[in-house]
């Protein structure tokens, strides 16, 4: 876990602020107006709030951002005790925003964050406004997810590195040890962008996993997916409805090894036939740290809009 004060350089300068309501301390950035609309991010994997700080230091002006560790990432603690699944981190969720009670809430997700978002959208529908969907799928449902699921995994070498990994043993020993390895790993999902690797970037995602034991949740995570642990939440019919009405923004950076648009844009507009979809050329899965300016803008626009 990252000291609470750690800046990484004045990169992330954001108050920290703390919950227990998830059962574990659970770090959290809350930015912007305190009357302001509710934009809520969540990160994916191994990634922390960090992701956002471009996008939190552009929307805070106007919106209040708040930016939430899932448990086992960045400030946040990482317990023992507990499992890591993706069930798990929607009922974190769940927690967290009940307890701020957080309504009106556009949600922005990367990578697992689409499925955790959309996991607490199918149990609270009516706190949601809008819809943000960056490189991050938005499983609701759809009855081709499965199948969607496992034709990406063919052709995503991260996907195939886990499937081999968990058979051969060395799932546990890499992700373990992700803070000496974290930049291969980031390398491995994709990003585009060589010119934003320094001292300091790379510090600032390896050290949630400064030892084994800060790994259980990149683990988990992964362990997941080889071990079919991971169960996504099913809207009621009345939930889908109401979801389905909400603005969407789907942003896609087209260099994505590891979530391919082809596989994972149809569930978008499967839901939301009316979203508007972003492709961006040359962009990689960390789409926020390859085009920070750009999608910063594409999204203060789409709120603006809507």
């Not at 659970?26 to 305190?34: A, F, L, Q, S």
């Not at 149990?123 to 199948?147: C, E, K, M, Y």
């Not at 642990?229 to 109401?242: L, Q």
């Not at 950076?253 to 009316?274: Q, V």
């Amino acid at each position: 876990m990252i000291p609470s004060d750690a800046t990484f350089a004045g990169t992330f300068p954001f108050a920290p602020r703390f919950t227990e309501a998830p059962g574990f301390r659970m770090h959290y950035v809350d930015e912007g107006p305190r009357d302001g609309e509710v934009v809520l991010c969540l990160h994916g994997e191994p990634t922390w709030g960090y992701l956002f700080r471009h996008l939190i230091s552009t929307l805070s002006r106007t919106y209040r951002v708040v930016v939430p560790d899932h448990m086992g990432f960045g400030k946040s603690e990482t317990p023992a005790g507990r499992s890591y699944w993706l069930q798990d981190h929607v009922a974190n969720l769940e927690a967290f925003v009940l307890a701020l009670d957080l309504t009106g809430i556009t949600l922005v997700m990367h990578d697992f964050g689409g499925p955790v978002g959309m996991g607490f959208a199918a149990r609270h529908p009516d706190r949601i406004r809008r819809i943000v969907s960056a490189n991050g799928p938005t499983p609701f449902g759809q009855p081709d997810l499965f199948d969607r699921l496992v034709a990406n995994a063919a052709v995503s070498p991260w996907f195939q590195w886990i499937a081999r990994a968990a058979a051969d043993g060395t799932l546990e020993p890499v992700l373990g040890n992700l803070g000496f390895n974290i930049l291969s790993t980031l390398k491995l999902n994709g990003f585009e962008n060589n010119a934003i690797i320094t001292d300091t970037w790379i510090d600032a995602y390896g050290a949630p996993f400064a030892t084994q034991a800060d790994c259980l949740g990149a683990l988990g995570w992964a362990r997941g997916f080889a071990n079919d642990a991971h169960r996504f939440e099913t809207p009621t019919p009345a939930a889908d409805r109401t979801i389905r009405d909400k603005p969407a923004l789907a942003i896609w950076g087209e260099a994505d090894r590891t979530l391919h648009a082809g596989h994972f844009l149809p569930l978008f507009s499967a839901i939301f036939p009316s979203g508007h979809i972003e492709r961006l050329a040359g962009v990689g899965h960390y789409c926020f740290e390859d085009a920070p300016d750009a999608i910063s803008e594409l999204i203060s626009d789409f709120l603006r809009r809507t």
